[in-house]
């Protein structure tokens, strides 16, 4: 294990962590991120600046140059195969299962390089105690019906907290200001593959089903008994989120 | 300020994608086609820049050039975005779909060309879904990069972009020029009026071959197979919230 620090680093800058990894990288043959907003930010640079074609978002490693990545939404699975010598990849955290831990591999420390390119001005996380999204058991998402942050969060918290879930999100839900952009579960958002999926007034758009389709068991609530969701939910409940979600949490206890 | 606007035709974003039976691709034929929406949030956001909408001071921007690479109908994308405020427009025509890489390295030619102060563009293209070419983009020029804005400030030589995280937003300040993906809350896209769709038809397209930057666009990797996913079936619709919670906890989600 290598590490390195410095100011940029420490804020993952895509032009620090890429002067720091294609200084390392004449002694590996791949570079592998997962694809979050980090990974997705610095791994194209790092990819370019090796003049190797970047693969994105792996769900499966055919052979040592094979790889199946999801396309249109996940609506097409692409095998390609790199003529690169070396491979920069990116992984769908949810489509493989995490290493043992345990490990005890030497920690190196490596200088680590600012760029001095763009700088960091500051940032705004959202706390929380839950689960993280992307890692969550059990997701409980809520859509454009809440119609608004007070109602999302009154709503969807608590069920949450019952589950010991992770709380997710449409798009529509995010651009109306009811959750924060964090929570977008998508095509461009997170994508997510929890044992449960909840999904609370959200139609299910193609962009929507791309960030759950994978999910174990998917459970619908929504007061429209066609909306395309159900065309994908293990079990359905057509009805009024108000008066479903306060029964849910009776019959959970 | 000189505003490059990539823009890209895809899919259009209502349409589901269908695998062909041969397994060679997604079959696009007789499939309605539009402008990557990252695209067209991009384009609005150099129209504001140019109009002094929202926080921007008028003429932030001076002149807006589109470039699309690929087939002779990406004319329409350009055209949409000319009706939308963009001043003209560059074609290089392939018909062959080219690799992120390649499509960073005509756009670095297409910069050293016109000389931009800062490129605005998609995210990700909707249809292969890389959010890669941007990076590249920035990484060929050296130029700083500002990925998934979701608000962007010019000012003394900078662009401050609020970016959307892991974990929230981050805030950068990029020295000009510079590259900056857009993300889906940076603004909400016009729709063009009918007097600028027709005004736009007068505006310039040039039309170029991807011979013409000299730049290397050989594939580096070969599609093996287009497959579907594996498909879902509907389920079953429960009573209420008592028989739901008894299903799940029969199959092992609770
Ligand atoms: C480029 C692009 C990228 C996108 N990326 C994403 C993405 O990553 N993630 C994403 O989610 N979307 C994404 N979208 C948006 C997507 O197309 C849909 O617009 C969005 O998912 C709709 O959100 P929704 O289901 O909450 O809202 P709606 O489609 O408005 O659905 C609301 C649902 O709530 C139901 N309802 C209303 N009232 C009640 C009630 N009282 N009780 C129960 N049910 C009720 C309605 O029947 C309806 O089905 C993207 C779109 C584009 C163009
Ligand atoms: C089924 C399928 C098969 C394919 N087969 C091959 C193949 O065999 N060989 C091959 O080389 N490629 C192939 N491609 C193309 C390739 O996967 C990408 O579509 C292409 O490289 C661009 O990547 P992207 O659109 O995902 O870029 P992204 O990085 O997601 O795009 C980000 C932004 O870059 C800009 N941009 C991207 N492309 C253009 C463009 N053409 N013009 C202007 N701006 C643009 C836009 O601003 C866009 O929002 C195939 C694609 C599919 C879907």
Redesign the pocket.
């Known amino acids: 294990m290598l590490l390195a620090e410095s100011g940029e680093l420490g804020h993952t800058l895509a032009e620090a962590v890429t002067a720091t990894v294609v200084g390392l990288a004449d002694g590996y043959d791949a570079v592998l991120a997962p694809a979050s907003m980090d990974g997705k930010n610095y791994m194209p640079r790092i990819a370019a600046k090796l003049d190797v074609a970047p693969i994105s978002d792996i769900v499966e490693v055919v052979s040592a140059d094979t790889f199946v990545r999801p396309i249109y939404a996940g609506n097409a699975l692409e095998t390609i195969q790199t003529s690169d010598a070396k491979k920069v990849i990116t992984v769908r955290p949810t489509a493989f299962a995490p290493a043992a831990e345990g490990g005890s591999a030497p920690v190196e420390t490596v200088s680590g390089t600012d760029a001095g390119k763009a700088s960091f001005v500051g940032e705004e996380m959202v706390k929380s105690d839950r689960p993280e999204l992307g890692a969550a058991k059990i997701v409980v998402s809520?859509?454009?019906?809440l119609?608004s942050a007070e109602e999302f969060h009154a709503v969807m918290d608590p069920l949450a907290d019952k589950l010991g879930a992770a709380v997710g999100?449409?798009?529509?839900?995010?651009d109306a200001g009811y959750a924060p952009n964090d929570y977008?579960?998508?095509?461009?958002?997170k994508v997510v593959a929890p044992a449960l999926y909840i999904a609370?007034?959200?139609?299910?758009?193609?962009?929507?089903l791309?960030?759950m389709k994978d999910s174990k068991v998917i459970v619908a609530?929504?007061?429209?008994a066609d909306?395309p969701?159900f065309q994908v939910a293990d079990y359905g409940i057509v009805?009024?989120?108000?008066t479903?979600v306060p029964e849910l949490m009776n019959a959970l206890g | 300020m000189k505003v490059l606007v990539p823009v890209k035709r895809v899919i259009d974003?209502n349409v589901k994608a269908r695998v062909k039976a041969d397994q060679t691709g997604v079959d696009l034929a007789n499939v309605k086609m539009s402008m990557?929406?990252?695209d067209e949030i991009a384009v609005e956001e150099a129209v504001r820049l140019k109009e002094g909408k929202e926080h921007h001071a008028a003429g932030t921007a001076s002149e807006i050039v589109v470039v699309s690479i690929g087939v002779t109908q990406a004319q329409e994308t350009i055209r949409t975005a000319l009706a939308m405020g963009a001043d003209r427009g560059i074609l290089i025509q392939s018909d062959a779909d080219l690799e992120p890489l390649a499509v960073a390295k005509l756009l670095a030619a297409v910069v050293a060309e016109e000389k931009p102060d800062l490129v605005l563009m998609g995210k990700q293209s909707?249809d292969g879904d890389n959010n890669a070419v941007g990076q590249m983009l920035a990484a060929l020029l050296d130029w700083p990069q500002a990925t998934f804005a979701a608000k962007i400030e010019i000012a003394g030589g900078a662009a401050k972009v609020t970016r959307e995280v892991d974990g929230g937003n981050q805030t950068l300040s990029a020295p000009l020029p510079a590259v900056v993906t857009v993300d889906?809350r940076l603004n909400t896209p016009r729709y063009a009026s009918l007097p600028n769709i027709m005004k736009a038809k007068k505006k310039e397209i040039a039309m170029k071959a991807v011979a013409d930057y000299g730049v290397d666009v050989a594939p580096r990797l070969t599609v093996r197979k287009v497959t579907a996913p594996a498909t879902r079936s509907a389920g079953i619709k429960v009573a209420d919230a008592a028989e739901l919670v008894s299903k799940l906890k029969t199959v092992g989600a609770l």
């Open positions: 809520g859509g454009r019906a119609g999100a449409s798009r529509a839900a995010v977008q579960v998508g095509q461009t958002g609370i007034g959200i139609s299910g758009a193609i962009q929507h791309a960030g609530i929504n007061k429209d909306a969701i009805g009024d989120y108000k479903v | 974003y990557n929406p990252f909707i889906l």
